[in-house]
């Protein structure tokens, strides 16, 4: 069945609404939306948000207010949503919605930023940890193929960041963050943007606010669609949609 998606942080809905979010959104018009770090509970979203017209929505949202969440609106009706992996510790966080189809199971994903602390970067390493883990056996269990998306807050490789050399310290650029990725393809999960484009450059999806990066393209790709390898032949197009702004990142597109 054909399907386009869509997946954006948005960095704070309320926030966004304010910024076009509702026009673009009506004029993207994708099949399934997934939003990360939405930053609100569903109790206080907005009465055309709760119920779009021709959508379902589903919500994970953090316990604590004001902080991380994920959101998917789907025009099909899935047939079975899931909220988190069963880990209190990480689910209490909001990180993790599964909506499952005829074709395939969705999962959209906000991962932890590692950046505040060496507590938060422990937690961000053992949520990968236990998501790869979670992953297999939804897979298993499932026995379809899976469409993986969301901000994973790593870039993998020297081309998905403008200034590797200069982050290789940082977290989203560490060794053991990137190594995760390279284990999450070696379980043939492919990346469907660098498949389609291995070799394009300054190709990025989230900028510093503070350093107006966006403007000079100082970017990193962080952002991804993940397909596993049963699903490859479906993917016709995966994209990142550079000319939509709001948050500080952009959205990407991945069309089956």
């Not at 020297?158 to 999450?184: C, H, M, T, Y």
């Not at 702004?245 to 597109?253: A, F």
Request: hydrophobic share 35%; glycine share 8%.
């Amino acid at each position: 069945m054909h399907t386009v998606l869509i997946s954006w942080n948005v960095n704070g809905l309320r926030a966004i609404l304010k910024k076009g979010f509702w026009e673009w959104f009506g004029s993207a018009s994708p099949d399934i939306l997934c939003l990360q770090e939405i930053k609100v509970h569903p109790e206080l979203v907005p009465q055309e948000l709760k119920s779009p017209e021709g959508y379902r929505v589903y919500w994970s949202a953090a316990e604590r207010k004001g902080y991380s969440g994920v959101a998917t609106f789907s025009r099909r009706p899935p047939s079975r949503v899931e909220y988190g992996m069963g880990i209190p510790e990480f689910d209490r966080e909001g990180r993790i919605l599964l909506t499952e189809y005829d074709d395939f199971m969705l999962i959209n994903v906000y991962f932890p930023n590692g950046k505040m602390s060496q507590e938060r970067l422990r937690y961000k390493l053992d949520f990968y940890e236990q998501c790869l883990l979670w992953l297999e056996r939804v897979r298993k269990e499932g026995g379809k193929g899976i469409v993986l998306t969301g901000d994973v807050n790593t870039a993998h490789n020297e081309i998905d960041l403008a200034r590797p050399k200069e982050n290789s310290k940082v977290s989203g650029f560490l060794a053991e963050e990137r190594e995760w990725i390279d284990r999450l393809v070696s379980h043939g999960y492919v990346d469907t943007f660098r498949y389609l484009h291995p070799d394009l450059r300054d190709a990025y999806t989230w900028w510093d606010y503070k350093t107006k990066a966006r403007e000079r393209n100082i970017g990193w790709r962080i952002d991804y669609f993940f397909v596993s390898d049963d699903l490859l032949p479906e993917v016709k197009r995966s994209e990142i949609l550079l000319d939509v702004y709001g948050s500080d990142h952009c959205p990407i597109l991945l069309e089956l």
